[in-house]
T-cell receptor, first 111, second 114 residues
Framework: RKEVEQDPGPFNVPEGATVAFNCTYSNSASQSFFWYRQDCRKEPKLLMSVYSSGNEDGRFTAQLNRASQYISLLIRDSKLSDSATYLCVVNMYPTGFKTIFGAGTRLFVKA | DAGVIQSPRHEVTEMGQEVTLRCKPISGHNSLFWYRQTMMRGLELLIYFNNNVPIDDSGMPEDRFSAKMPNASFSTLKIQPSEPRDSAVYFC????????????FGQGTRLTVV
């Protein structure tokens, strides 16, 4: 089993739609969580951190459920510019920091 | 700061040749990661270093792959001998150790082995 698993996608949605991505992680030693965004042929970049209390950044809302080892990302009012791959990321620190990425979910927002 | 710098950006080599990928992390960062990305397998962690020491190399596919970090400002990933199935984008990332820290990526090296 992979340490971080995500919805396979791709998600094809119209502009203005609300879309949700899910992610599960297997290692309970995981301590911090993120969503990254990767545009085509570019490097991944941080979208937002994920906190236990849930957090929101504009149209984006991230949630963490430690008991279920589950992370989610909600995008409201999708824009064409939201088209990208969204990567779920988990930091584990048995010794130092080990940063594991999910395989990513591709989102296509169409006009 | 110039960010994480990787070289070369593109590499085309023949099967059997040695390939060396280079990375300069962000100054002050003490964790460095090498990832490989393919369509089939996504972004895979190959190895990571903390304070120049390899902590976990369980993601290194086989003995043909090796990585070094001789100092805090430089790391290499070497493939010898290279094979067509090694073709991928290789990313280097660095971060400052601490809970909730962001990993910053280089632009990647696109490797093609023919």
């Amino acid at each position: 089993r992979k340490e971080v698993e995500q919805d396979p996608g791709p998600f094809n949605v119209p502009e203005g739609a609300t879309v949700a991505f899910n992610c599960t992680y297997s290692n309970s030693a995981s301590q911090s969580f993120f969503w990254y965004r990767q545009d085509c042929r570019k490097e991944p970049k941080l979208l937002m951190s994920v906190y236990s209390s849930g957090n929101e950044d504009g149209r984006f809302t991230a949630q963490l459920n430690r008991a279920s080892q589950y992370i989610s990302l909600l995008i409201r009012d999708s824009k064409l510019s939201d088209s990208a791959t969204y990567l779920c990321v988990v930091n584990m620190y048995p010794t130092g920091f080990k940063t594991i990425f999910g395989a990513g979910t591709r989102l296509f927002v169409k006009a | 700061d110039a960010g994480v710098i990787q070289s070369p950006r593109h590499e085309v080599t023949e099967m059997g040749q040695e390939v060396t990928l280079r990375c300069k992390p962000i100054s002050g960062h003490n964790s460095l990661f090498w990832y490989r990305q393919t369509m089939m397998r996504g972004l895979e962690l190959l190895i990571y270093f903390n304070n120049n020491v390899p902590i976990d190399d369980s993601g290194m596919p086989e003995d043909r792959f090796s990585a070094k970090m001789p100092n805090a400002s430089f790391s290499t990933l070497k493939i010898q001998p290279s094979e067509p199935r090694d073709s991928a984008v290789y990313f280097c990332a660095s971060s400052l150790e601490g809970k909730g820290t962001e990993a910053f990526f280089g632009q990647g090296t696109r490797l093609t082995v023919v």
